[in-house]
């Protein structure tokens, strides 16, 4: 987890998500690297499908066979989970900051990402898939 201090306040970042040159670029910061064992997922915006915020699926308890990964209960969800024959990337400290971003053609179905400002992110990755 990186922390940022932004007007005097310091705000908490799970992950950072970017767009270059057509590709979807999530970088994991801090500690969540180990408890992920995973730094970075790229992947070009043509495979994005979607994303959204939704809290009620970001806080969901039991997000599936953890391989590897990090799941303990109102602290952390990290790491590559397997559920219904799906495979999930979680990094989510909060549940009210995760965006959920939904993959085709891509190992994981969906990477659930807790981020500082879930609106802008999701504007963000929406723009890119405009072209």
Known sequence: MGLLVRDGAIIVIVAIVEVNDDVLEIH????DR???????????????????????????????L?????????????????????????DVHDPAKAVIIRLKDEHY?????????????VELVRKSLIH
Do not use: C, M, N, Y
């Open 28 to 31: 994991v910061t801090g500690i």
């Open 34 to 64: 180990i408890l992920a064992l995973k730094s970075t997922i790229a992947v070009p915006t043509s495979h994005v499908s979607g994303i959204d915020q939704d809290v009620a699926e970001a806080s969901v308890v039991f997000h599936g």
């Open 66 to 90: 953890k391989l590897p990964g990090t799941g303990i209960p109102g602290v952390v969800t990290a790491g590559s989970f397997l559920k219904q024959g799906e495979w999930t990337f979680w």
């Open 109 to 121: 179905s969906r990477l659930v990402i807790g981020v500082d400002d879930p609106a802008r992110t």
